[in-house]
């Protein structure tokens, strides 16, 4: 099936990358209808998270329209620093609000490697210290290691959004090792649809992005949904 799809694409007010990118890896027609999460310059903490999470749910009924094929739910940190049950949980929050099949960057990560059979990577993220060990926690209940990692260690919103493919490609190859079954790139603001391949080829394994298995499991639940698979 590569019929196009509408998705509904819920993502924080600073990020600039996801809703292009996710239609790069969705079937050709396809649309976002895109809400934004307001949110300081800070980047998000256990602290800031409850309030965050509250406004998701206060602004997705605008997704309960018969358009919307699925709804994505595209903060990556948001997903891991509530834990695989908090983000579980806000899933089917989503889910009773909009009416609609609701994927989570963050399932969509850890759903990813497993169907692959990928248990030791390399990880590169734009985070700071505290959520980086939250991410790998994530990673670890579902059954993935992290033998490499690197981080830009963004201080701010400002500074993520300055952060640019070259840069994340450069960071990717100084963190992959033999040692690793693929790469991952967690973040839905780092862009990298444009990278993804020609690492790929480099390497022979397996480069994966937070943006591109959303897309792929958002296809997947509108394909399960219409019986084509």
């Not at 960057?105 to 734009?126: C, D, F, R």
């Not at 500074?159 to 991952?184: P, Y």
């Not at 780092?190 to 690492?199: G, K, Q, Y």
């Amino acid at each position: 099936m590569n019929q196009a799809l509408q998705v509904g694409l819920m993502v924080p007010n600073n990020n600039t990358t996801m809703e292009k990118e996710l239609l790069y890896w969705l079937p050709a027609g396809s649309g976002c209808v895109t809400q934004r999460i307001p949110r300081g310059k800070g980047l998000l903490d256990a602290r800031t998270l409850p309030e965050y999470l509250n406004e998701a749910l206060r602004l997705a009924p605008v997704f309960d329209q018969p358009q919307i094929d699925v709804v994505a739910y595209g903060c990556t940190a948001a997903g891991f620093i509530s834990g695989p049950a908090g983000d579980a949980a806000l899933q089917q929050n989503l889910a009773k609000i909009t009416r609609k099949n609701v994927v989570t960057t963050a399932h969509s990560m850890v759903q990813a490697l497993q169907e692959k059979g990928i248990k030791k990577i390399a990880l590169v993220t734009p985070y700071l210290e505290g959520v980086n060990v939250q991410l790998k926690a994530f990673l670890a209940e579902g059954g993935v290691e992290v033998l490499s990692f690197n981080s830009f260690y963004a201080q701010n919103t400002d500074e993520l959004g300055m952060i640019s493919s070259a840069q994340v490609a450069q960071m990717a190859r100084q963190t992959m090792r033999e040692d690793c079954e693929a790469l991952f790139i967690g973040c839905s603001q780092l862009p990298t649809c444009e990278i993804l391949p020609d690492l790929e080829r480099e390497w022979g394994r397996p480069v994966l992005s937070s943006i591109q298995v959303t897309a792929h499991f958002a296809l997947q639940a509108v394909q399960s949904a219409k019986g084509f698979v």
